[in-house]
């Protein structure tokens, strides 16, 4: 809904140009979320884990505007409030900034996992067929789980 409301008050060809004034040269809005019709037609909304990594590296690094916007952005991904895909397999106490993506056939999750051995990105974007999206969720927590292992030297 959020993302809607934004598409209606700046328009895609505003938000495609500051895509492109961020480095997000493989991000592309062309139909409202959940239209179905529209996507079914073809047109389809486009992002890479590399657009992604640089937003967020952007984010961390206070780079994305200034230090207080991308403080203010760290702060609201780090509320997220759907941990069924990166920190599901983590430790509970695992502080992890992320936004989860899911429509029919597509389920993301991207976002900074905060360690004590050092902070790193995760973003895995999945597309396929089932209904629930189970299996991707479980293929993003197990990926989220190995990368978290091997930087923390398990």
Known sequence: TATNMLIDRLGFDYLNGCFKKLGLNNTNISRIMMDFKRRSEGIENYTTA???ALLLEKIYNGMLVDR?????????????????????????DTIV???TGLE????????IVFTGKGDYLTC??????????????????QVAFLVYSYYQGL
Do not use: N, W
Not at 83 to 89: G, N
Not at 104 to 111: E, L, M, R, S
Not at 124 to 141: G, P, R, Y
């Open 124 to 141: 895995v974007l999945t597309k396929h067929s089932d209904k629930d999206s189970k299996k991707a969720k479980e293929f993003i927590s």
């Open 68 to 92: 207080a916007v991308s403080f203010k952005c760290l702060e609201l991904l780090k509320r997220q409030k759907i941990r069924d895909r990166i920190p599901a397999k983590l430790p509970l």
């Open 104 to 111: 029919k056939g597509i389920c993301h999750d991207a976002g």
């Open 50 to 52: 590399c657009d992604l």
């Open 97 to 99: 900034a992320h936004k």
